[in-house]
């Protein structure tokens, strides 16, 4: 068994990603705030183990405790999906320090402080697998996401750096690039949008999503977790810096 690491695993993208690694017969340590569904993921029993550590990933040093106590356990680990993120409306507008705080602190330092406490142990193995998790929105812009789009074209740009910082060493380091998935966080961003446009028809609102992918539809989160699964893996093994989007057509309009 090898140990995969999975920040953001408790729901939504990250715990099909949870569900998919463990079921391939990976250990995965997930790091995630949400303490009830993490809990509840990890009661479930799958071909690999699952270890819940409770972490705030935008506290470097809770990072490095939570990802030092996966190692204790099972050994230096193979591969991070640096996945954990936030996303609330905002505008230029309307622009508060906390919205742009709420935002950098998860989706930029978190992912930076995810990668740092894997980075040692996979220097030192000369081998590695890192996905970070960006959005169609290192590509195009989006109504009401500007900090948030913001964070997700840092990270778009730190898979480059971190691709070639880590290339002599034998680490590959890929994003994936999604569009809309039906997650916990977009139902609250769709109830909002349905609240706004679609007088409270949140139906309404997601058809209209669908809609806007060429393929007619939004994802599901286990049509993400396969793409990082494979970028994970030796059947990718020429892939590094690389900007994957799992976007039904989104970004090729
Ligand atoms: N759903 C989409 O349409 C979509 C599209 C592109 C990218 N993404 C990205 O995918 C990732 C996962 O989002 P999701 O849609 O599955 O939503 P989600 O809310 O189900 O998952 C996000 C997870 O991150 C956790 N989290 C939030 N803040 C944290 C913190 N400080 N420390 C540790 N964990 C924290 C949450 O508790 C949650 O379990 C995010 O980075 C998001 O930006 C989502």
């Not at 705030?56 to 996966?70: G, L, P, T």
């Not at 507008?93 to 742009?100: M, T």
């Not at 500007?146 to 740009?157: D, E, I, N």
């Not at 380091?173 to 349905?194: K, Y």
């Amino acid at each position: 068994m090898a140990l995969v690491i999975v920040t953001g695993g408790s729901t939504g993208i990250g715990a099909a990603t949870v569900r998919k690694f463990a079921a391939e017969g990976f250990d995965v340590a997930f790091l995630d705030t949400n303490v009830r569904d993490g809990k509840t993921l990890a009661s479930e029993s799958h071909w690999g183990s699952l270890l819940f550590l409770e972490t705030d990933v935008s506290s470097k040093s809770a990072v490095e405790k939570a990802v030092n106590a996966a190692v204790e356990k099972f050994g230096p680990p193979v591969a991070l999906f640096a996945n954990a993120g936030v996303h609330r409306p905002t505008s230029i507008f309307e622009l508060s320090e906390e919205d742009v705080n709420f935002h950098i602190d998860v989706n930029l330092k978190g992912v930076l402080y995810s990668v740092a406490a894997v980075a040692g142990f996979m220097r030192e193995a000369k081998s590695g697998s890192i996905v970070l998790m960006s959005s169609d929105q290192a590509f195009v812009g989006k109504p009401g996401c500007l900090v948030y789009g913001a964070t997700k074209g840092a990270v778009a740009q730190m898979t480059k750096g971190l691709s070639v910082e880590f290339s002599p060493y034998g680490v590959r380091v890929n994003a994936v690039c999604p569009a809309t998935v039906r997650t916990p966080l977009t139902e609250r961003v769709f109830q909002q949008v349905a609240e706004a446009d679609f007088d409270g028809d949140l139906d309404a609102a997601w058809a209209a999503e669908a809609k806007a992918h060429p393929i007619g539809r939004v994802a599901e989160p286990s049509e993400i977790a396969e793409v990082v699964f494979f970028l994970s893996q030796n059947s990718s093994a020429f892939m590094t810096g690389a900007l994957v989007p799992v976007d039904g057509g989104l970004t090729a309009q």
